[in-house]
């Protein structure tokens, strides 16, 4: 099974931006349709993006819809969530998600491969 790993998070200002990546390992990258989602204090955790096995079909919540990118470099067995025009909103935890053989999906409850998630937080 696949292990995730989320990196790049961090404190930035308002407007400004980000790059998460995730990275996994223990199994065929390919293998994984991949998602984010973002869970801050005392919320549920949210979709905010995902992408299919090949990167050729992407999926956005209507909250990051022009501000976000979900990209994923299968050589380099990577996910990206390049992060733009950052608001105090986006602060949260963010997660990747790894999804088996299926294509993306917003429901979380369809993901069986979690990472640890990495801390964004948006200063104004």
């Known amino acids: 099974q696949v292990q995730l790993v989320e990196s790049g998070g961090g404190l930035v200002q308002v407007g400004g931006s980000l790059r998460l990546s995730c990275t996994a390992s223990?199994?065929?990258?390919?293998?994984?349709?991949m998602g984010w989602f973002r869970q801050a204090p005392e919320k549920e955790r949210e979709f905010v993006a995902a992408?299919?096995?090949?990167?050729?079909?992407?999926q956005y919540a209507d909250s990051v819809k022009g501000r976000f990118t979900i990209s994923r470099d299968n050589a380099k067995n990577t996910a990206y969530l390049q992060m733009n025009n950052l608001e105090p909103e986006d602060t949260a935890v963010y997660f990747c998600?790894?999804?088996?053989?299926?294509?993306?999906?917003?429901?979380?409850?369809?993901?069986?491969?979690w990472g640890q998630g990495t801390q964004v937080t948006v200063s104004s």
């Open positions: 998600a790894g999804r088996f053989m299926l294509a993306p999906t917003s429901r979380r409850e369809e993901y069986k491969y």
């Open positions: 992408i299919n096995r090949l990167g050729g079909f992407t």
């Open positions: 223990g199994d065929t990258f390919t293998n994984y349709g």
